[in-house]
């Protein structure tokens, strides 16, 4: 039991340090410059990139405590369908406008309005969360859909597989970043769920009342 333990921590340790990595990584891309405000122009670009790398290592967390390991995918499927999520962009989001708030505390109409500058001095206007998470999910899914991890064999298989992490990063409506693993999407499939194509939910069902499910979500804003 304490080595199904330590395996599965050693796993998730290995999991995190590679998403934490890619989310870095796009945050530098796309607000590595700075960022501006009406009142505040950040100009410190080496404390703003350390302060960027922090938000990222501490950003992450496994709603369901573990990420599915490899050859546990025919296990419970409850829980949240994504084993892995980020609030890297409602935390950064909300920490800028909070420091313009306190800079304007008199001022009765402060937008949320907020200018980030990417590495290569380009300028986005970003009116919330979510819009922000979107950048991040684009510049995630190229990175993270590309990196290998050695995938940790049942006992008496000596041979060492490699595989990606999952096939894509989504966003919730509110901002919050989602990634699916590869294994937990099996072990999804395997207790008949199938993923909404424009959500971040997986339910059970066929795929024609699936897309009925999506029309109405799209329909009602659910």
Same mark, same amino acid.
């Given at each position: ?6 395996? =599965?921590?050693e796993? #998730?340790?290995?999991?995190? %340090?590679i998403?934490?990595d %890619?989310?870095? %990584?796009?945050? =530098?891309?796309?607000?590595? !410059? ?9 100009s ?15 950003s ?13 995918s025919?296990?419970n499927?409850? !829980? ?7 609030r890297?962009a409602?935390k ?5 406008n ?6 304007n ?20 206007? /970003? ?12 510049h ?5 859909c590309?990196?290998? /991890? ?5 006992q ?6 490699? %595989? ?6 989504r966003?919730?409506?509110? !901002?919050? /970043?989602?990634i ?15 993923p909404?194509?424009?959500? /971040?939910?997986w ?7 699936l ?9 009602? #804003?659910?």
């Amino acid at each position: 039991m304490r080595e199904d333990n330590e395996e =599965q921590n050693e796993w #998730n340790n290995r999991i995190l %340090s590679i998403v934490c990595d %890619s989310i870095n %990584s796009a945050l =530098q891309r796309i607000c590595g !410059g700075s960022y501006q405000t009406k009142s505040v122009n950040h100009s410190d670009k080496n404390e703003w990139r350390a302060f960027l790398k922090n938000l990222a290592n501490c950003s992450v967390s496994l709603p369901n405590r573990n990420v599915c390991l490899p050859f546990h995918s025919s296990g419970n499927a409850d !829980g949240k369908p994504h084993d892995i999520e980020a609030r890297v962009a409602l935390k950064l989001f909300h920490h800028l406008n909070y420091k313009k708030r306190r800079r304007n505390e008199k001022e009765k109409n402060i937008t949320t309005k907020l200018d980030i500058i990417s590495d290569m001095d380009i300028t986005r206007s /970003i009116d919330s969360p979510k819009q922000l998470a979107q950048l991040l999910c684009l510049h995630m899914e190229e990175d993270i859909c590309s990196r290998t /991890i050695t995938i940790p064999s049942k006992q008496g298989d000596c041979n060492e597989k490699t %595989s990606t992490i999952c096939s894509d990063v989504r966003t919730d409506r509110a !901002g919050l /970043i989602c990634i699916v693993t590869k294994w937990r999407a099996v072990q999804l499939r395997n207790s008949g769920k199938l993923p909404c194509p424009s959500c /971040i939910k997986w339910c059970k069902g066929t795929i024609l009342e699936l897309i009925r499910f999506c029309a109405i979500s799209l329909k009602f #804003n659910l």
